[in-house]
């Protein structure tokens, strides 16, 4: 008997691969349900499979949602060269192979819950759990990322606000079978993030409030062993002798944040967070600002810098070889310069690292440039929800999170509009509000090296606070 085509695998000794909602039927003879299913540690070996997939979805999703957003642009690489525009069209093969991704993960959790869990004998709490928690995962980088995705082969599509709906469900049931706290905890962090994203703010606020009691809590997935998967993303900012992305100049202190200190590169690449407890503070500092409450909003940002941010750790590196070499723009400041936000802010010192002179400070989880004078200078919501957004830049930069905050979505992929006819016209239009500026606009600064000044283009936070009641962004506003 052939796996469903939403269930078919290949077992070549650990290395799993399921196909998605719109990849073509691969078969293997000598792997089939009936011998793999009952077989040895089946369910432990399809979770570490799972696991893998769930590697490659965040790193799929981190290198190509980066580009969308002003965090980073295409000095180089061959990835997408107008999502940077940015410019999303449904038949754009990256937007399919994001969605081939979040599928694989969707399907591969399901098949371990509904096909391999119910035939343990023993106790697999822990991984029932696990598998229901990345199913959770899946369905919220659909919400976040896509207008719409279905959850099944050819079956209806479902909204943002439908996908979230069913993690908060897959969470709920994960977090009551997990033993462990720090497996909790992410359970809490995820249910926050969905509670945020609806606007929920009484939910989100208590969730956030529960997680923020644990203020170190980190979830990531892994990288870098000998079967793989690559954190390529890493690649693109550190490892590659081009230096293919290149981040805003105002975010230039952050980069890089993946990166290799041996002479093994795929022994040395670093983790990617998919929940941490830094969310939770910047979820509750945004509710108390939605609610006016400047005062808290201040004190949880301080509270944040001082029991998180502080905390995480901070390596000493040397990146001397990066000198921004890309080929899309030759005038990236590679030496301390300062930077305006835009063309009305004051110019601000430290953004951009001198890497030539020595080792730089690279942060591994998060940092910030801001202080706790900047939060003491906030005086209004505006100047709250603009130090909000800014903080949520810099503290999730390279985890794939920005596209969301700038209210951008792709579309349903051409892949799955041919086979699937719940897929209307509404489903095959990405969505770009309209502040978004077009023509690498996010991306674009003018350097001026008779006065050592980066301006930026843009200063989105700012364009984001001006349009906080837009549907797309800062839902506790909306």
Not at 386 to 409: N, S, V
Request: hydrophobic share 40%; net charge negative; proline share 4%.
């Amino acid at each position: 008997m052939k796996l469903p085509l939403n269930s078919i695998f290949i077992l070549a000794s650990t290395a799993l691969l399921l196909t998605s909602c719109e990849l073509t039927e691969v078969t293997n003879p000598y792997v089939t349900e009936e011998r793999f299913i009952p077989s040895f540690q089946s369910l432990q070996t399809w979770l570490n499979g799972v696991r893998r997939q769930a590697s490659v979805t965040v790193g799929t999703v981190v290198e190509f949602s980066e580009l969308v957003s002003d965090n980073y642009f295409n000095n180089y690489t061959q990835s997408s060269k107008v999502f940077d525009n940015p410019e999303i069209n449904y038949f754009d093969q990256d937007v399919a192979n994001i969605q081939a991704s979040i599928h694989k993960l969707m399907e591969m959790s399901k098949f371990g819950l509904t096909k391999l869990v119910p035939l343990q004998t023993g106790d697999v709490n822990q991984e029932k759990a696990e598998l229901l928690f990345y199913q959770a995962y899946a369905h919220i980088l659909g919400a976040d990322l896509y207008v719409g995705l279905p959850t099944e082969a050819l079956g209806e599509i479902k909204s943002p606000l439908q996908l979230l709906q069913e993690a908060i469900s897959l969470l709920e049931e994960a977090s009551s079978l997990y033993a462990k706290a720090e497996d909790k905890d992410a359970c809490t962090i995820l249910l926050a993030r969905c509670h945020h994203r609806m606007g929920n703010i009484q939910e989100a606020s208590r969730f956030a409030r529960q997680a923020a009691t644990s203020p170190l809590t980190l979830r990531q997935v892994q990288y870098g062993t000998q079967n793989g998967p690559s954190n390529n993303f890493q690649s693109a900012i550190f490892s590659s002798t081009t230096n293919s992305f290149a981040p805003l100049p105002r975010l230039d202190f952050l980069d890089p944040k993946y990166f290799h200190q041996t002479a093994t590169v795929f022994e040395d690449e670093k983790p990617i967070a998919i929940a941490k407890a830094e969310e939770a503070f910047l979820i509750l500092a945004e509710a108390a600002a939605a609610q006016q409450d400047i005062g808290q909003t201040k004190q949880i940002l301080k509270d944040l810098l001082n029991d998180v941010i502080s905390k995480r750790p901070v390596i000493m590196l040397d990146d001397s070889r990066d000198t921004r070499n890309g080929g899309n723009r030759n005038d990236y400041p590679i030496t301390e310069v300062s930077v305006k936000f835009d063309e009305q802010t004051t110019a601000k010192e430290g953004l951009v690292r001198d890497r030539s002179k020595g080792d730089i400070p690279a942060y591994k989880v998060s940092g910030t440039h801001v202080t706790s004078r900047d939060i003491d200078a906030v005086r209004t919501q505006d100047d709250a929800l603009y130090l909000i957004y800014l903080m949520r830049q810099e503290i999730f930069i390279a985890e794939g999170r920005r596209m969301t905050d700038l209210g951008i979505r792709f579309p349903i992929s051409q892949r799955e509009q041919l086979s699937n006819n719940h897929v209307t016209n509404e489903h095959i239009n990405a969505i770009i509000p309209d502040f978004i500026p077009g023509n690498r606009g996010m991306d674009d600064f003018v350097y001026d090296k008779s006065s050592a000044t980066v301006t930026m283009r843009h200063d989105m936070n700012k364009v984001l606070v001006q349009n906080k009641t837009s549907p797309y962004v800062m839902p506790f506003i909306n």
